[in-house]
């Protein structure tokens, strides 16, 4: 009488057909004058084995002498299957085990040894067909009872982890899961119950009407210390039985007749009541509240882990806004110091350098020794002032200012072959008018790839190529150089100059991909998005 992995939904009324009616015809004309004293007689036998009041009812339906007393008042198989495929699942719901049950029925199946040992031979063997009939009948309606509920519950698990899955943020899915809880209980009304962690207020989240979202604004809900109490152990509630405010909706206290509460936990702490209405008095089965109780623990975590992963969004939202601030500040600060050096530093070494070369030519010849000294000196100012210029260029190229992102990646790229024995192709197409934000992102990125293949790569040749395309740009430097390890440049502690690329391109809503392998040269890929409305720019503008 196990539930099988995929019974179809059977009728035993339609399987058994006529025949089933005629054997319960027998079974009526034969117990039905002992069908009081059978069920009383079977009622003691169970309790006297540990059943239970509601288990003993349950399987008191289902038992030959019911099928009997049905027929006897209105002649219709179906509905003593109907009736038996209720109680199958109140005796699912009540988890007893299918064995309790076959041996359930084999004391109802002794008790009625005497009654068969009064009729003839033919009596008994039609007495014995006809119960074999009710046994099969009520077997196969029994293994599918159970299947609905054990498919209830699986659909029940399944929805909750697709909720868990599918909702955008916590709200919703507080909201889903109650829906989908409510239909699994088939319950009239739903709401669910938070406790702020700030002010330990408590607000009514969500609420369903007939298993779907009901409107209804978010809304404070006083609880009294005595009722929260009661609610934390999780009960049902019948209408007049000590439930008078324990119903945290005040419209349900009238309009319906039964509450479940089920408490929402977090390590020992009440976070959250869940409640469902019905309106008929409907006392919850063991099984029942161990699938809410379950579905509960799977909530709390789920709420946990998407309000963890809100935070985290919006902490992750609060540094990047916080990152791209830093730059902004960092260009800032670029500029300051680029103008403070050129204004005063670099002025300063100017005049000195003039002031040298007019020492130097009015030297007398009394003083010739001092000449070599003099030109040594305005030599060196001369270089200091050409390294100046060269930082002042790097720190804030004013190139890239007055002319574009084109002509100051020109300039890097000259500086480049300039300072170093590397052979630099660039390409560089027609290039939209972009956002200074991005002009300066993009020469940054490019600047940094070159410092690095300078520094670390070793490389002869490097290929640096900017275009536009699909309204995205794309910076691309790719070099021969000895390569490297990308995931192990990513891990290694201290070093942040791939992860700051990234997540400079990144602020920017755009795509940075890595490709290195040791012997084999690296190539870096950046593509950036293109404002709307941006058209074409020369190359060389």
């Given at each position: 009488?196990?539930?099988?992995?995929?019974?179809p939904?059977?009728?035993?009324a339609?399987?058994?057909?006529d025949?089933?009616?005629a054997?319960?015809?027998?079974?009526?004309r034969?117990?039905?004058p002992?069908?009081?004293?059978?069920?009383?007689?079977?009622?003691d036998k169970?309790?006297?084995l540990?059943?239970?009041?509601?288990?003993?009812?349950a399987l008191a339906?289902?038992?030959?002498?019911?099928?009997?007393?049905?027929?006897?008042a209105?002649?219709?198989?179906p509905?003593?299957?109907?009736?038996?495929e209720?109680?199958?699942?109140?005796?699912?719901?009540?988890?007893?085990?299918p064995v309790r049950?076959v041996?359930?029925?084999q004391e109802?199946?002794?008790?009625?040894?005497p009654?068969?040992?009064?009729?003839?031979?033919a009596?008994?063997?039609?007495?014995?067909?006809?119960?074999?009939?009710?046994?099969?009948?009520v077997?196969?309606?029994?293994?599918?009872a159970?299947?609905?509920?054990?498919?209830?519950?699986?659909q029940?698990?399944?929805?909750?982890?697709?909720?868990?899955?599918e909702?955008?943020?916590l709200d919703?899915?507080?909201l889903?899961?109650?829906?989908?809880?409510?239909?699994?209980?088939?319950?009239?009304?739903?709401a669910?119950y938070?406790?702020?962690?700030a002010?330990s207020?408590?607000w009514?989240?969500?609420t369903?009407?007939?298993?779907?979202?009901?409107?209804?604004p978010?809304?404070?809900?006083?609880?009294?210390?005595?009722?929260?109490?009661?609610l934390?152990?999780?009960?049902?509630?019948?209408a007049?039985r000590?439930?008078?405010?324990?119903?945290l909706?005040p419209?349900?206290?009238?309009?319906?007749?039964?509450c479940w509460?089920?408490?929402?936990t977090?390590?020992?702490?009440?976070?959250?009541i869940?409640?469902f209405g019905?309106?008929?008095?409907?006392?919850w089965?063991?099984?029942?509240?161990?699938?809410?109780?379950?579905a509960?623990?799977?909530?709390?975590?789920?709420?946990?882990?998407?309000?963890?992963?809100?935070?985290l969004?919006?902490?992750?939202?609060?540094?990047?806004?916080?990152?791209?601030?830093?730059?902004?500040?960092?260009?800032?600060?670029r500029?300051?110091?680029?103008?403070e050096?050129?204004?005063?530093?670099g002025?300063?070494?100017?005049?000195?350098?003039?002031?040298?070369?007019?020492l130097?030519?009015?030297a007398?010849?009394?003083?010739?020794?001092?000449?070599?000294?003099?030109?040594?000196?305005?030599?060196l100012?001369e270089?200091?002032i050409?390294?100046i210029?060269?930082?002042?260029?790097?720190?804030?190229?004013?190139?890239?200012?007055?002319?574009?992102l084109?002509?100051?990646?020109?300039?890097?790229?000259?500086?480049?072959?300039?300072?170093?024995?590397?052979?630099?192709?660039?390409?560089?197409?027609?290039?939209p008018l972009?956002?200074?934000?991005?002009?300066?992102?993009?020469?940054?990125?490019?600047?940094?790839?070159?410092?690095?293949?300078?520094?670390?790569?070793?490389?002869?040749?490097v290929?640096i190529?900017?275009?536009?395309?699909?309204?995205?740009?794309?910076l691309?430097?790719e070099?021969?150089?000895?390569g490297?390890?990308?995931?192990?440049a990513?891990?290694?502690?201290?070093?942040?100059g791939?992860?700051?690329?990234?997540?400079?391109v990144?602020l920017?809503?755009?795509?940075?991909h890595?490709?290195?392998?040791?012997?084999?040269?690296t190539?870096v890929?950046?593509?950036l998005p293109?404002?709307?409305?941006?058209?074409?720019?020369?190359?060389?503008?």
């Amino acid at each position: 009488m196990r539930a099988t992995a995929n019974p179809p939904a059977l009728a035993a009324a339609e399987v058994f057909g006529d025949r089933l009616q005629a054997h319960l015809e027998v079974l009526a004309r034969v117990l039905q004058p002992h069908v009081p004293a059978l069920e009383r007689r079977f009622l003691d036998k169970l309790r006297r084995l540990g059943y239970d009041p509601r288990q003993r009812k349950a399987l008191a339906a289902i038992t030959p002498g019911a099928a009997a007393a049905l027929l006897a008042a209105r002649g219709l198989p179906p509905e003593f299957v109907e009736q038996v495929e209720y109680n199958g699942r109140r005796l699912a719901k009540l988890k007893l085990e299918p064995v309790r049950i076959v041996s359930a029925l084999q004391e109802y199946d002794r008790l009625l040894a005497p009654i068969a040992g009064a009729l003839d031979a033919a009596g008994r063997g039609s007495l014995r067909q006809a119960l074999e009939q009710w046994y099969f009948c009520v077997v196969l309606t029994l293994n599918n009872a159970f299947y609905q509920v054990g498919e209830t519950e699986a659909q029940t698990y399944h929805e909750l982890f697709r909720n868990e899955l599918e909702s955008q943020d916590l709200d919703e899915l507080l909201l889903q899961m109650l829906e989908s809880l409510s239909r699994f209980c088939q319950a009239e009304a739903g709401a669910l119950y938070l406790r702020d962690r700030a002010t330990s207020l408590w607000w009514r989240i969500a609420t369903t009407l007939g298993g779907e979202p009901q409107v209804a604004p978010k809304a404070c809900v006083t609880i009294p210390a005595g009722a929260l109490r009661r609610l934390a152990k999780g009960q049902c509630m019948i209408a007049g039985r000590g439930a008078k405010n324990l119903p945290l909706e005040p419209a349900w206290r009238q309009r319906l007749a039964t509450c479940w509460s089920v408490p929402l936990t977090l390590e020992g702490r009440l976070i959250g009541i869940i409640q469902f209405g019905f309106a008929k008095s409907y006392e919850w089965l063991p099984r029942e509240v161990e699938v809410l109780t379950a579905a509960a623990e799977r909530c709390v975590l789920a709420a946990e882990k998407a309000r963890l992963m809100q935070e985290l969004a919006a902490r992750e939202a609060q540094i990047r806004e916080l990152a791209g601030h830093m730059l902004q500040v960092e260009e800032r600060e670029r500029r300051r110091i680029s103008s403070e050096l050129h204004d005063e530093a670099g002025q300063s070494l100017m005049c000195i350098r003039l002031q040298l070369e007019m020492l130097e030519m009015a030297a007398v010849d009394s003083c010739a020794t001092l000449r070599p000294g003099l030109g040594e000196v305005r030599a060196l100012t001369e270089r200091t002032i050409v390294e100046i210029r060269r930082l002042l260029s790097a720190l804030s190229p004013a190139v890239l200012e007055e002319l574009g992102l084109a002509p100051a990646l020109r300039q890097l790229v000259t500086r480049l072959r300039r300072l170093n024995k590397i052979q630099v192709r660039p390409r560089i197409g027609p290039l939209p008018l972009l956002p200074s934000v991005t002009t300066i992102a993009v020469y940054r990125l490019a600047q940094e790839c070159l410092n690095n293949v300078v520094r670390h790569s070793a490389a002869s040749r490097v290929n640096i190529s900017v275009d536009s395309a699909d309204e995205r740009l794309r910076l691309s430097v790719e070099d021969d150089g000895v390569g490297f390890r990308v995931k192990e440049a990513l891990s290694k502690r201290g070093s942040f100059g791939l992860a700051g690329m990234s997540e400079r391109v990144a602020l920017l809503g755009g795509k940075f991909h890595v490709d290195s392998h040791p012997g084999r040269g690296t190539r870096v890929l950046i593509e950036l998005p293109i404002p709307a409305g941006k058209g074409p720019q020369d190359p060389g503008s």
